[in-house]
């Protein structure tokens, strides 16, 4: 017997649901969730489809009761079964799954690779410029004004990345991706432009300001445009199930391993082949949003129906705030905040370290970031597997404490070496103690993004994945403004070098004392959120 306060809904893919109508009749509901079953059997046996069966309470009567999205009605007794020609048939959602978590991966993977070809690069190419109207690089203003060019890409994503998430919710995911790839593609192409200003002869005033204007414009441009992971979050969210987000969630990991890794390869490569063409290199970050903006155009399709959810402020940041303040959200936040904000104080001064206690020059330093970028791939799909048996919330405190323990080492090498500039050579046994550290800091920094967003899914409402997640980015772009400037700030106060990672211990110590605040949610927590 059915009861009357039964729920019921039909969750057909990872990427759409359907909620029936309530019926009165038990038999019918039965007959509905049998039809799905069977149509679902039909479907790819390597994606598990039909992951549930049930959310709405039966009212009286049938008549309104809607067939899940692709699958046929019941047919009547006797009736002939008919094939649909092949271009009128639907696309499986296996095979949609499958697009859309592509096109997550080559959206992340494309925003730090382009990131990650421009960063090594843009130093030497803006120099010139620089001089011309009076502020070097060396002796005057021209460290702060690059500094002001890395800083204001993480600057515009911190302020849209809410936005691009609430929209998502509202619009859809495809519509926002989209947009977020054909940005790139332009403000690429636009810094290529800008560094393409002649510096043989050295450029005018007026030429180089005009430059140096383009180059800025072009940063804010992929800062906006770059604001999309949390929607790229959001898509993941839509496309699994709970039990499975953290492994989704994984994909983002790598993808900006991967991104961090080939990024500076790519840039090394591309010198080399334009030299004389000071617009290559951001012609090539271009050319790759181009070919991942087919791939979304031609792949990619909607995993949110629009309008499905609340029509809410795009941007006002009461909003923001209000997010924070949703049971466990402000605390993984804060985690995810923080978190960032350590790794940002080693990664800013990673290369400064190196270069003073061993030595390296910047073709050891390449190494050392790529292999920086290796290990978060390499941690990243370890974690995968992992998360089919350990809950997301011990899988975040064993990220936090492996990066307590080798940023923490890392200090201690840097104390161990004080006044000692330059002389731990390539066999010195503090140099290999100092290779582990590092990778274990980053193996746990690669074990932190995904349990965080998966915890922050979980817990969020099916119509706010976007709003949340976007937000949740919004403050790690925030981290990373703020930690490179704690880091470099405190890189020199000590002789040691070793204050920036007695302060990422200290905020980690702290991090360790949040996680009890946060709750591992149960299977379907988000999708008890969406229906109360």
């Not at 940063?219 to 445009?225: D, E, N």
């Not at 959810?309 to 924070?324: D, E, I, N, Q």
């Not at 409402?461 to 919004?474: P, T």
Request: aromatic content about 8%; hydrophobic content about 50%; some cysteine.
């Amino acid at each position: 017997m059915c009861p009357d306060d039964a729920r019921v809904r039909f969750v057909i893919s990872p990427a759409t649901h359907t909620s029936a109508n309530r019926v009165s009749s038990c038999s019918l509901t039965r007959r509905v969730i049998s039809d799905t079953l069977i149509a679902s059997a039909g479907g790819s046996r390597r994606s598990s489809l039909v992951v549930g069966a049930i959310a709405t309470r039966y009212p009286a009567g049938a008549r309104d009761i809607q067939p899940p999205p692709g699958f046929a009605a019941p047919r009547p007794p006797g009736s002939r079964m008919t094939s649909p020609r092949s271009s009128d048939a639907p696309a499986g959602p296996a095979s949609a799954s499958r697009g859309a978590l592509l096109v997550v991966f080559l959206t992340v993977f494309i925003d730090l690779l382009g990131f990650g070809i421009v960063l090594p690069v843009l130093p030497r190419q803006v120099e010139p410029y620089l001089e011309a109207v009076g502020m070097p690089v060396e002796g005057g203003p021209g460290g702060a004004v690059i500094g002001v060019l890395f800083a204001v890409f993480s600057l515009m994503q911190f302020v849209f990345s809410p936005f691009w998430g609430r929209l998502s919710d509202r619009i859809g995911r495809r519509p926002v991706l989209l947009v977020s790839l054909t940005g790139s593609v332009v403000f690429y192409a636009l810094y290529g432009w800008a560094v393409s200003v002649p510096t043989d002869p050295a450029p005018t005033a007026t030429a180089a300001w005009w430059a140096l204007g383009l180059v800025l414009l072009a940063r804010v441009g992929a800062g906006i445009a770059g604001a999309s992971v949390g929607t790229a979050a959001a898509v993941i969210a839509d496309c699994t199930t709970p039990e499975n987000r953290a492994r989704g969630m994984a994909l983002i990991g790598i993808a900006f391993g991967g991104g961090f890794t080939l990024g500076p390869l790519i840039a090394y490569f591309g010198l080399a082949l334009f030299q004389r063409e000071r617009w290559g290199v951001g012609a090539i970050a271009s050319l790759l949003s181009f070919v991942a903006l087919l791939i979304a155009l031609f792949v990619f399709r909607e995993t949110r129906r629009p309008g499905a959810g609340p029509t809410r402020p795009l941007h006002r940041v009461a909003r923001s705030l209000a997010v924070l303040r949703m049971p466990s959200i402000g605390a993984l936040v804060l985690v995810y905040f923080l978190a960032i904000f350590s790794m940002a104080n080693f990664e800013s001064t990673l290369a400064l370290f190196t270069e003073r206690a061993f030595g390296m020059g910047d073709d050891a330093n390449f190494l050392v970031f790529a292999s920086v970028g290796c290990v978060l791939m390499i941690a990243g799909g370890g974690y995968r597997p992992l998360a089919k048996r350990l809950a997301e919330r011990r899988l975040l405190t064993i990220g936090v404490l492996l990066m307590l323990v080798g940023l923490a080492v890392v200090g201690g090498v840097a104390v161990a070496l004080a006044g000692r500039d330059g002389v731990a050579g390539a066999g010195s046994p503090w140099r290999w103690i100092f290779y582990v550290a590092a990778a274990l800091a980053v193996a746990g920094f690669a074990f932190v993004n995904p349990s965080v967003s998966a915890l922050i899914s979980r817990q969020s409402g099916s119509d706010r994945q976007g709003e949340v997640l976007g937000v949740n980015q919004s403050f790690a772009s925030l981290a990373r403004i703020l930690g490179p400037l704690a880091g470099l700030s405190l890189f020199s106060l000590h002789p040691s070098h070793g204050l920036p990672y007695a302060a990422a211990v200290v905020v980690l110590t702290c991090v360790t004392l949040l996680i009890p605040r946060i709750g591992q949610p149960p299977a379907g927590a988000a999708e008890a959120v969406a229906g109360g």
